[in-house]
Structure formats: structure tokens, C-alpha cells
């Protein structure tokens, strides 16, 4: 299993999740920087991204839609606040608008990606942070959706 | 599988109450069975007073409920918001389980 530990802070509203892969740190840097990479991975099952915009520089934007079963699209952005090729990426991801636009009130996840090399690969650790609760509960909304949309045959690979 | 929407103010006091460990682990004992404040209290090393404000936190998050049994308060858990509680954090980490699964497929493909 790609995942190797993950742990919560319910009082600093912080995910941390740590993966390995059997890849080099360059290879795995390349599925963030890659638009067309990251699209095959960045939404839930049933929910493919398509990124329009793609900035990755500091200050840069990204924008992104998935595509639900019914064709329903929802919206997100991106804002890059740091990055150091290969190794570290910072951004603010958050919903958008019909029009792409951020929406103002809406959830925003501070997250930062950390790769470094192995003896066998890439680690890689992801640390996202909400602002509030209130946050966390958009999300769970998505996980929830997420959940019914999933195959019986993504269920397996879960639990396998 | 919604058991009821919360309020923001009610997300926060569930995090805050769950972020401590005497909490958690007052927690972890009352769902098994009531136990009054008293019981609770010969299990940690501070003062009845102390486990007491620990129990008032939970209780004002909704997380357990207290019931008055002769001159004693007995605490049980309330099992459907501390399942929204651990679904809140958990979902968000089943969302990032499945990216990384998805980065894993894709590098082994090239």
C-alpha cells in the first residue's frame, strides 16, 4: 500500500497523510506539474478533473472542474504560495463559481507537499490544514457523494 | 447516513472537546457503559473537580449526555455525534487515500 501512515489533529484542523512510491522524486513531481498528469488522479472515482489553467509558479493560479455521472460539473481553484522544484509545493485549494471565480465564503485548505528520496523511491507527505470546522463539513459533503458514486469494484480495491 | 447538520459553533466545540486525551479516553469508557463522574474520576490522576470540567466540555459538545440515577450523575456517550465527529476528519482522508492510490497507478503505467 502506497499510504504509510496518516494522522489527525482535531485541534489544529490538520490531515497528514505519508506515501511511498517505487518511483523517483523527479516522476512524482512530475504528476503535480503535469496538468494533463494531474487530472488522472486529483478527483474522487466517478469525478475526473479537467485543469484549464495551470500556473506553477508562486502566485500562480489553478483552475479545475470535475465532471460528476450526470455531467454536473463542480469547480475549484488553486493558489500556488510556494514551490521549490521537486521537492516542495505550498497552494490554497478552494471551490469556485459556475464562472471559475473563487467563491468568497467558501472552504479554503492550506496544503503543503513535501517530497524527498528513498533507498526504494519517493516519499511524500501532505499536510492540509483548515481554516474551521466549518471547512471540514463542506468536505465531508464531497466524501459523502464520493461514497455513492464509487464502484463495487472501487470498494474492493479499498479494502484490498 | 447524515445524522443531523451541525452549526459551526458545533463543529468547533466537538474538535475542541476531542482534542484532549483524558476527553477522549472518558469517552472511550463511557461508551462501553454509563459510569457516573465519580467512577470516571478514580481512573486519572487529578481531582474530581478536574474530571468534572472534563465531562461538562463533552457534554456541552453534545458528545455525552448525563442522567441523574439517586444522588449520583451518570455519563454515557452519545454514539450519533461522535460518529459525525470521526466521519468529518475521516472523509476528508479517504478523499486523499484514493489520490495517492490513483498517483500510485499512474506511475506504475509509464
Redesign the interface.
Known sequence: M??VK?Y????A?T?T?V?E???PVE??WQ?WEDPR?LE???G??GWPATFERHEFVVGGRCAYYMTGPGGERSRGWWRITAIEPPRRLEFDDGFADESGEPQLEGTVIHGVVTLEPQETGTR?T?V?RFD???A??Q??A???E??ITQSAGQID??LG | MVVRELSDADADRIFHALADATRRDIIARVAREGLSVSALAQHYPMSFAAVQKHVAVLHRAGLVHKERRGREQVVQARPATLRRAIELLEAYERIWRQRVDGIDRLLAEE
Open positions: 502506497p499510504v496518516s489527525k489533529d482535531a485541534e484542523l490531515l497523510v506515501a512510491f517505487a518511483a516522476r512524482v504528476v498528469l488522472r488522479w486529483w474522487p472515482p511524500m501532505i492540509c474551521d470546522a466549518a471540514m463539513e468536505m465531508l464531497m466524501g459523502m464520493e461514497g480495491d479499498l
